[in-house]
Every structure is written in C-alpha cells, then in structure tokens.
C-alpha cells in the first residue's frame, strides 16, 4: 500500500447489462458516498458507452471493455480508441482474461493494441492472468512475466496505463487466493518492473488484483503493501461495488441503496447501512 499510488477500482459489467440495469446501477453508486481518495471506473460494453457516460456522474469515469489495434477500416464488430475518446470516455481494458482463454487473444495482439492505443492517448488497463493449470505445474513465474515483457515492449507512457492481475483459480471457482497469495503475485510483478524497466515505473504503476473479490474480503486485500485497487467482475453488478471502492476508507461505510432484485435486501425498502466488520463495537462497545 502506497500512499504516493491512488487507489484505484474498476468495475468490469462485461455482457451483463442492458439500459434498465445500467439505470439501477447508476442509481445506487450516484447515492452512495464514495471515498474521493479512490479512482473509480466502470467497464461498459461498447453500445452503451454513451449512455452510461451520460449517465454516471462526472467522478466516475468509463472504461470500453476492449478496442482493435488500428484506428479505422474493414474489421466489422471491432471499436478503436479513438471511437471510445469520441463517446466521451477515457480508460480502455486490454488483455482482459477473458479476451486470452475464451477468444484465445494473443501476447502479441494484446501487445498491438496496447501500442495503438498509446498512440491516441486513452488510458489502459493492461491485464495479466494465472490460470489453475499454470499454478499447478508450477509455470505461474514464466507465464506472467513473459505477459508483463510482451506489455513492457509497447507502453511508452507509464503514467496512463493500469496493470491488473487475475487469478483465475479463485474466479468464480469456490476457491479464494489468500492475501499471502496476492500479495506474492503482486511483489513478483512490481519487482518484475524494478528490475527490467524502472525504480520510478515500479514505485509509481498502479497493480490491482482481481479474483472473486467482494464486499467481505475487500477491506483485507486493501491493506496489501503492493495491492493498488481491484479489477472488479459480478460485485460490479451490485452494491458490493460501493463498498470495494470504500475498502480504504477508514471512518464509516456506505449507504448503499438499490432496486435491484438481485442484491441483497435486509426489508422490502431495500436500503441499508452497511458497516465495517466491528464498526459497532469499536464505537459503542460490546454489544
């Protein structure tokens, strides 16, 4: 955890929303109060890149989910950077997890795309991933720094780019990293950058973790030395995402409020409070 490196929380609403949903989400991250203290993005797809941009408040910026690697010509279902700047928004995913094992995209084009999006000036989330087969034949190691060497190549202006692990073990599997876990992955990366790009790049870039994070281990993984924010996937959907952004905070929790059925509501209003685990106790006493 360094104070010098703003923490930063992307939530990831992949294919999952429509205008409706989108509304309901809007409705309950503009209610809460957000710490100021964290730099919080949305990854929106891209037909409704607008729409959302226009919806959010101003503090919440709005991340394309992907983008090719030139700006324009024949390569119909594709969005470039310069499309995304247009909708009036500023952050771009690339190498999503997704984007390497289901559309099987490659070091080399995630690398291509990284270069020409550098080129227009939007700002990058850079992923990396961990699959459970490269940690069960112990390639782990091998497998992200060659990510992170193929990345390095083609970033020229590290102050605008993200890095965000994945271990995707612990995504939606019923298994969780440790902290222990996280926060080894996430040294060996920091130390990757120290020592084949720069002191000032390692002390200065940005590295999240993503992995089944949620409202109940977020305040915990926040405290990680070398942890820099989350990259954030079904929690994004909910009002769990009010309290990831809030894992910092010290003082209160949030007021979370939503109409969506598929949160949880403690009564038919549907609004809680949500506190720090011992908030109470801490305050009042044993209760």
């Given at each position: 955890m360094s104070s010098q490196r703003k923490f930063f929380v992307i939530g990831n609403w992949k294919m999952?929303?429509?205008?409706?949903?989108?509304?309901?989400?809007?409705?309950?991250?503009s209610a809460a109060s957000l710490d100021p203290n964290t730099e919080a993005v949305v990854g929106c797809p891209s037909c409704y890149l607008s729409y959302a941009r226009q919806r959010l408040p101003d503090e919440i910026a709005v991340a394309?989910?992907?983008?090719?690697?030139?700006a324009h010509g024949n390569f119909s279902g594709e969005i470039s950077p310069a499309m995304i700047l247009d909708s009036g928004c500023e952050w771009v995913i690339l190498g999503h997890p997704e984007r390497r094992t289901i559309f099987k995209e490659s070091d080399q084009l995630i690398a291509e795309k990284v270069a020409h999006a550098q080129q227009t000036g939007i700002k990058i989330i850079a992923c990396l991933c961990e699959t459970s087969e490269d940690r069960e034949e112990g390639r782990t190691d091998d497998v992200l720094f060659g990510q992170m060497k193929s990345l390095a190549a083609s970033?020229?202006?590290?102050?605008r780019v993200v890095i965000a692990f994945e271990a995707l073990w612990a995504s939606n599997t019923?298994?969780?990293?440790?902290?222990?876990?996280v926060q080894e992955a996430l040294a060996?990366?920091?130390d990757w950058l120290r020592a084949n790009v720069s002191d000032k790049v390692a002390n200065s870039t940005r590295i999240l973790y993503a992995g089944s994070v949620s409202?109940?281990?977020c305040r915990e993984l926040a405290q990680l030395e070398d942890l820099d924010g989350f990259l954030v996937?079904?929690?994004?959907?909910r009002p769990d995402i009010v309290d990831i952004i809030n894992a910092r905070r010290p003082d209160v929790a949030s007021l979370r409020t939503s109409t969506d059925p598929t949160a949880d509501a403690p009564d038919a209003g549907g609004s809680a409070l949500f506190l720090p685990a011992g908030f109470c106790t801490d305050i009042y006493g044993r209760l």
């Open positions: 999952n929303v429509d205008k409706a949903r989108i509304d309901n989400i809007v409705k309950f991250m394309a989910q992907n983008c090719y690697k030139v970033i020229s202006d590290w102050s019923g298994v969780l990293a440790t902290a222990a876990q060996k990366l920091r409202s109940s281990n996937g079904s929690a994004a959907l």
